[in-house]
T-cell receptor, first 112, second 111 residues
């Protein structure tokens, strides 16, 4: 079951904040966040594990509500370099290999 | 460290032709994956390999085969290409409970 991301697209001015949400209809073990620039490969941002463990990246943070099966990505004081498409990937159970199901993405554009 | 490398970067095939996409990683990761990305569809898992010597199907395995040649290399084969397989293919690798590192992708067009 593909997770649902919202919003589908957002335009920000440099310095503004943004929140991107990711919801699943299934119980989750972990949530991953990636950013992809046009014509490039996705780049890992962070992983949130069931139980609250979290890893972060620069001014970008995230939360994981296990009961609601939701995760949110917070972009603080956005920079032009934050532009791109953000994907969440969800995993129902842990294992040796991480078989993520990705959302359809949120397109973020940061302008001057 | 090259990370994850893929060859070729671009390929055009005719319907029915076969080809193999190559992937290699130098991060000593156990797990490797093949994804395809279509406009508006996000990334979909084709096959994965949890460790050397094992492979398993993902969401969209039909029309593909894989080989985990050794710990570093994981190839994807299209035996008889179809226009529906036109896509961007990404290989990725990861360690345990860690994020995935993606290769630069192969842009495949099947005519």
């Amino acid at each position: 079951q593909q997770p649902v991301q919202s919003p589908q697209a957002v335009i920000l001015r440099e310095g503004e904040d943004a929140v991107i949400n990711c919801s699943s209809s299934k119980a989750l073990y972990s949530v991953h966040w990636y950013r992809q620039k046009h014509g490039e490969a996705p780049v890992f941002l962070m992983i949130l594990l069931k139980g609250g463990e979290q890893k972060g990246h620069e001014k970008i943070s995230a939360s994981f509500n296990e009961k609601k099966q939701q995760s949110s990505l917070y972009l603080t004081a956005s920079q032009l370099s934050y532009s791109g498409t953000y994907f969440c990937g969800t995993e129902k159970m842990g294992g040796t290999a991480s078989k993520l199901t990705f959302g359809t993405g949120t397109r973020l554009q940061v302008t001057l | 460290n090259a990370g994850v490398t893929q060859t070729p970067k671009f390929q055009v095939l005719k319907t029915g032709q076969s080809m193999t996409l190559q992937c290699a990683q130098d991060m000593n990761h156990n797990s490797m994956y093949w994804y395809r990305q279509d406009p508006g569809m996000g990334l979909r898992l084709i096959y994965y390999s949890a460790s050397e010597g094992t492979t398993d199907k993902g969401e969209v395995p039909n029309g593909y085969n894989v080989s985990r040649l050794n710990k570093r290399e994981f190839s994807l084969r299209l035996e008889s290409a179809a226009p529906s397989q036109t896509s961007v293919y990404f290989c990725a690798s990861s360690g345990f409970l860690a994020g995935k590192f993606f290769g630069p992708g192969t842009r495949l067009t099947v005519l």
